[in-house]
């Protein structure tokens, strides 16, 4: 346990970003499963609308430095290879 006082402001601090990043990556997640659920039912036109509320997620995700800016880059091509393929 820390014991000074500014070593114990760091650990709550370093708790709220932890709070703030999961719930980032889960809304992420989250979007990305709506899409992946449109490509596989073979909806065409819902997969697009869902990847298109997605994307900028990623991109904002990896902006704010929670994801690294390739990985971002990697998770909406490949999303948008598989939507293109459906469509």
Known sequence: ???LS???KMVR???TRTARNKSHITNMRG???KVEEAISSGN?????TA???AQPKIM???QKGILH???????VSRLAKKVKNIS
């Open 51 to 53: 990847l298109k509320k």
């Open 31 to 33: 979007l990305i499963k």
């Open 1 to 3: 346990m820390a014991n």
């Open 44 to 48: 065409a036109e819902e997969a697009n």
């Open 13 to 15: 601090k370093i708790t």
């Open 69 to 75: 800016k390739n990985t971002a880059a990697r998770k």
């Open 60 to 62: 904002k995700v990896a």
């Open 6 to 8: 500014s070593s114990k």
